[in-house]
């Protein structure tokens, strides 16, 4: 197989991981086409890429459709492979063979152009992401994974910082709060398996109806923890649906309580929790050079925290 690395690629690696990105982004083609060999695969369709991966659709020798993942190995990405196959298939995508020494793995296909985005109904969309949810974080956290109490600690550790690059008073606040309904749930972090970015565009359908799921998750981002740090992806996602109801608190205050019924959470932790996850955009975003907090991740916490 020769690929042609897509400039929009590459560009993403360097920027996010610098000269490493950059070789990385060089060596895609022959590795590739080392894999191609090793696993005997031959191209089925155009390549498709992220923020950091290429997507290669393939197809195995017995004629089985799949995809080729490529993806430079770092914190977020080394825990995909375990987490698809402590989940094997039930609710995710299935892993079916994975390359330790560079990360890649060969995925069952799925139809990129049929997310939970197109679904019509925002409610609907919202409810089958639920179950999702429930299916994925009823399983225990295998070992080898980071911890939501390790990221609870460097978020804590990274707030007085952000507090002082927040030009407005008002966002200072907002953060020492976000901050403190941490400090609330952190002596619990939990134990459940977290995709961690579970949105309606992170949900696939099979290429062809009457598969074995009709919806399945994809690109996980492990962590060990609680399910309550698992909803604010699927709060954000379909902002305008949201807002298009013309009662925007209510509105995320209903998809939340679909969520947090449908994974049975006690809806009072789920609450510090998804504001612990605003807090992490929030902090995000200030490493990334912003000085107020952003418009998505404010409403979301007044309309949580009744502020």
Known sequence: MTIRVPGALAASLTEFHGAAGHAWAE???????ELTESWDLRPDGPPAHGVVGLVLPVRRADGTPAVLKLQPVDEETAGEPIALRAW???GAVRLLDHDPATGSMLLERLDPARSLLAVPDDLAATEVLAGLLAELTSHRA?????????VADGM???VPGAVRALTGAAD???LADLAAALREVRPEPGDRLLHWDLHHGNVLAPPAPGGRAAWL???????AGDPGFELLPALCNRWADLTATGDLPRAVRRRFDLMTDRLGLDRDRAVRWTLARVLQNVLWDV???EVAVGEVQRAVAEALSGR
């Open 156 to 158: 804590l550790a990274g």
């Open 172 to 174: 200072r606040l907002l």
């Open 27 to 33: 060596r895609l083609p022959a590795l590739a086409a």
């Open 287 to 289: 490493e990334d050079g």
């Open 88 to 90: 094997d298939g039930r």
């Open 142 to 150: 295998p070992a080898g994974l980071r911890s939501l109490a390790d």
């Open 217 to 223: 998750a994809i690109d996980p981002k492990p962590l």
